[in-house]
């Protein structure tokens, strides 16, 4: 089977992977710029907030993660939302410009504005952005896609993403030490160079989106009808498939973003230093751009199913032995499996949901995947923290469980929507397992 590719999804997955690369900058630089001197911190930093029996220090390492989490519900709630109004316009171009515009105008105010509300005001133009950007993207490449062609091409697409943001932070604590910089006379700092190439990177997939990608024609009048997305399967007993896919889309996320608010925790634990704690979480992120395009390929042959349950029966061993291994090389292992894992679930989810969605609904079909997506980062980063002063296994025995009902959902609720062995083209099958 050759791959057939398209030239216009080519340039959507380098402008993801360029903003991407550029976005993940600010996961590293902003807990370092705000954790600075640099910032104005509000006045109740160091104090107590007593919800009745329990303190809660209002600390700075509390303010980090609200400022990162913020825009991980801001993008994921939003998405629903703005695929839905892009799919209602048929204008997924000028989404993406606009989404890329906030970033960028997001990006840029780090350069300005010094104040902690100001800086998480910035964030949430970023996470708006990020809304406006992701679900019209993976929209786009479904419309493009022919059907035995669309497992590989979000494989494709996936790829150069996270490419980009496995490059990204590994570079900006670079460029932050490397610091100060002087750039025609003007001098700079670590930080505002960090900011310039976030600047810069969205400006970069500004340009490539606005001079190679048009709208598809829209084909379908559906498009303007009922958007909504149901729980319930409007074809039969049990669980809508793309719902179900949310939701275990959701717990996928979360097993792999409990791992790097843990770094001081897994250090400690393992007797290891920064560089392999780096080595571990970047693991993930190799494994995930090594299989994302096979797997992809193979699922458009094969059919979604297959790696979908195969995909999250390799979750729940990789994610729970990581809460009991003892020594960095096995944890390195573990990361690389459980990367493998995301793989096989990831691309297939979204080849399946692209096959479920009717003509001129792929912004809102998949904007429930890719939020999900989202939701399960921001969970995953918010209560890590929390679950690990139970014990340094806990929150890897909690995301190994939910994976479990991941793998429930996926088994029970989801099944083939294309003919395989030959590469899609049949009529499609009943989307729920047997």
Same mark, same amino acid.
């Given at each position: 089977?050759?791959?057939?590719?398209?030239?216009?999804?080519?340039?959507?997955?380098?402008?993801?992977?360029?903003?991407?690369?550029?976005?993940?900058?600010?996961?590293?630089?902003?807990?370092?710029?705000?954790?600075?001197?640099?910032?104005?911190?509000?006045?109740?930093?160091?104090?107590?907030?007593?919800?009745?029996?329990?303190?809660?220090?209002?600390?700075?390492?509390?303010?980090?993660?609200?400022?990162?989490?913020?825009?991980?519900?801001?993008?994921?709630?939003?998405?629903?939302?703005?695929?839905?109004?892009?799919?209602?316009?048929?204008?997924?171009?000028?989404?993406?410009?606009?989404?890329?515009?906030?970033?960028?105008?997001?990006?840029?105010?780090?350069?300005?504005?010094?104040?902690?509300?100001?800086?998480?005001?910035?964030?949430?133009?970023?996470?708006?952005?990020?809304?406006?950007?992701?679900?019209?993207?993976?929209?786009?490449?479904?419309?493009?896609?022919?059907?035995?062609?669309?497992?590989?091409?979000?494989?494709?697409?996936?790829?150069?993403?996270?490419?980009?943001?496995?490059?990204?932070?590994?570079?900006?604590?670079?460029?932050?030490?490397?610091?100060?910089?002087?750039?025609?006379?003007?001098?700079?700092?670590?930080?505002? /160079?960090? =900011? %310039?190439?976030? #600047?810069?990177? &969205? *400006? @970069?997939?500004?340009?490539?989106? +606005? !001079?190679?990608?048009?709208?598809?024609?829209?084909?379908?009048?559906?498009?303007?009808?009922?958007?909504?997305?149901?729980?319930?399967?409007?074809?039969?007993?049990?669980?809508?498939?793309?719902?179900?896919?949310?939701?275990?889309?959701?717990?996928?996320?979360?097993?792999?973003?409990?791992?790097?608010?843990?770094?001081?925790?897994?250090?400690?634990?393992?007797?290891?230093?920064?560089?392999?704690?780096?080595?571990?979480?970047?693991?993930?992120?190799?494994?995930?751009?090594?299989?994302?395009?096979?797997?992809?390929?193979?699922?458009?042959?094969?059919?979604?199913?297959?790696?979908?349950?195969?995909?999250?029966?390799?979750?729940?061993?990789?994610?729970?032995?990581?809460?009991?291994?003892?020594?960095?090389?096995?944890?390195?292992? /573990?990361? =690389? %499996?459980?990367? #493998?894992?995301? &793989? *096989? @679930?990831?691309?297939?989810?979204? +080849? !399946?949901?692209?096959?479920?969605?009717?003509?001129?609904?792929?912004?809102?079909?998949?904007?429930?995947?890719?939020?999900?997506?989202?939701?399960?980062?921001?969970?995953?980063?918010?209560?890590?923290?929390?679950?690990?002063?139970?014990?340094?296994?806990?929150?890897?025995?909690?995301?190994?469980?939910?994976?479990?009902?991941?793998?429930?959902?996926?088994?029970?609720?989801?099944?083939?929507?294309?003919?395989?062995?030959?590469?899609?083209?049949?009529?499609?099958?009943?989307?729920?397992?047997?």
């Amino acid at each position: 089977m050759r791959p057939n590719l398209d030239t216009r999804i080519l340039a959507l997955a380098l402008a993801r992977m360029v903003d991407a690369l550029a976005n993940s900058f600010l996961v590293v630089v902003l807990p370092l710029y705000i954790g600075s001197q640099l910032v104005s911190m509000p006045s109740f930093v160091g104090t107590t907030l007593s919800l009745g029996v329990v303190e809660v220090p209002l600390s700075t390492e509390l303010l980090i993660g609200v400022v990162l989490s913020l825009f991980g519900f801001l993008n994921s709630f939003s998405q629903p939302f703005t695929g839905s109004l892009s799919d209602r316009t048929g204008r997924r171009r000028v989404f993406l410009l606009t989404g890329l515009a906030l970033v960028a105008v997001g990006s840029a105010g780090y350069l300005v504005f010094t104040a902690y509300g100001s800086i998480l005001v910035m964030r949430a133009l970023q996470g708006l952005g990020a809304a406006f950007t992701i679900p019209v993207t993976v929209a786009l490449v479904n419309e493009l896609s022919d059907e035995d062609e669309r497992g590989g091409n979000f494989g494709l697409f996936n790829t150069f993403r996270l490419l980009g943001f496995g490059t990204g932070p590994l570079v900006a604590g670079g460029v932050v030490t490397a610091g100060p910089y002087s750039l025609a006379g003007v001098a700079l700092s670590g930080f505002d /160079a960090a =900011f %310039l190439v976030a #600047v810069v990177g &969205a *400006a @970069v997939s500004f340009v490539l989106i +606005a !001079l190679l990608i048009e709208d598809p024609e829209r084909t379908d009048s559906e498009a303007a009808d009922d958007i909504s997305i149901s729980v319930r399967n409007p074809d039969g007993p049990g669980l809508d498939p793309v719902f179900a896919l949310g939701v275990a889309t959701v717990v996928m996320a979360l097993s792999i973003a409990m791992y790097a608010p843990l770094a001081n925790v897994i250090n400690e634990r393992l007797d290891q230093g920064t560089f392999l704690f780096s080595v571990q979480f970047g693991a993930t992120v190799l494994a995930n751009v090594v299989f994302q395009y096979p797997i992809g390929r193979l699922s458009d042959r094969y059919g979604r199913r297959p790696f979908l349950v195969g995909g999250f029966v390799l979750l729940l061993p990789t994610t729970l032995a990581q809460g009991f291994v003892q020594t960095p090389a096995l944890m390195i292992l /573990a990361r =690389f %499996l459980q990367g #493998v894992a995301v &793989a *096989a @679930v990831f691309a297939p989810s979204l +080849a !399946l949901a692209g096959d479920i969605a009717k003509a001129g609904q792929s912004g809102s079909t998949l904007s429930l995947l890719t939020m999900g997506f989202g939701l399960g980062v921001a969970i995953g980063a918010l209560f890590s923290g929390v679950l690990v002063g139970f014990g340094f296994a806990v929150p890897f025995v909690a995301a190994t469980a939910l994976g479990a009902v991941g793998l429930l959902l996926v088994y029970t609720q989801v099944g083939e929507t294309v003919e395989v062995g030959g590469g899609g083209g049949g009529s499609p099958s009943p989307a729920r397992g047997d």
